[in-house]
């Protein structure tokens, strides 16, 4: 199999790694050719300064889009026009309606479209999914997202909501396997061009929550969550991969191995294209989190619910 990276930035770099120690990493392109011949020159593979001569020389299965979110629907627009399997980094577009074209492009050409959602191969949250879906602590009530980290102020094109809240409202979404019908947000700037606080409140079917909190402001990095159920709350920790149960009279750790989640998400995009796999995030899902962000921004804009009634 012959895979391409497209932006070798702050993450895309990781990805480059990966491919190269999975044997499949066959070229770069990055628009920064400082940046793309140092990786191109580390892995041995050839580079390119644009997506159009990448297209036009080299032969290839499928790309990995890790470049900032407002280029992504030009870019997987060509990718899969040409018939490539095509892995966006988070969000799939910043409009959700290019994410809809994404997808129906994906879909006549018959080739993989997937999205960067990386927490559902946190293995922390295989463990919660089970949990809650064997329902082993009763019903998932609520869910409690707090992400928070002081950012730099490169991220010009979205704001925290679009960038950072995005991973948990998939995850929510994962969690209570279903998609929420109203949204209600407050957010609010401080030190970037765009919002860099925010609270979300997402509603489900018979009145379940999730409330994701995120911020780019205060200095430590805090990726944690509550899964409340009716006889315990689950707790974990994004980045320890840690999970504590507490119930009535005991607190239980939960046994787990942790594994690189970025190393499992390519994996999994390798195995849906060779048809070994179907544990990808769905085009679908991924254009629903971008139609509930815009909902957030809409809702903290205007200061009310904004219902929904998704796919
Ligand atoms: N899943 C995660 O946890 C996670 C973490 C960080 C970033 N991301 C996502 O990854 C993407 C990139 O973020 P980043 O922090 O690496 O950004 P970055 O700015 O550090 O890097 C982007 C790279 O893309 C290149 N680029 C820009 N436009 C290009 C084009 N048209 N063609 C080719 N190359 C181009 C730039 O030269 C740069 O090297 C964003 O969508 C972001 O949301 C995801």
Redesign the pocket.
Known sequence: MKIVQ????????NHARILSELGVLTAI????PQ??KEYSEKYSVNYY???DKLLDSEEFDGAFV????S??S??ATKLLGAKKHVF????LTYKSEDGEKLAKLAEKNKVVLTC???ERFNPAVDVVKNIVKEKKYGDLVMLEFHRENRMPL??KD?GIIY?TSV?DIDTANWLFDEMPNVVFARSGKIKHEHEDFASIMLGYKDEKIAIISSNWITPKKLRKFNAVCTDAIVSSDFITQEIIVEKQDETETVQNEKQEP?LREIQSFLDAIEGKSEHIVKSQEAVNVTKIAEAALLSSQKGVPIYLDLK
């Not at 392109?29 to 920064?32: H, L, V």
């Not at 890790?66 to 979110?69: C, E, I, K, Q």
């Not at 966006?88 to 969000?91: D, I, L």
């Open positions: 497209i932006g070798t930035g702050g993450w895309g770099k392109c990055d628009a920064d940046r793309g300064d644009s997506v890790v470049t900032p979110t280029t992504h030009e870019i966006v980094e988070k969000p960067g959602y990386i490169h991220i979205v960038d991973h970025l």
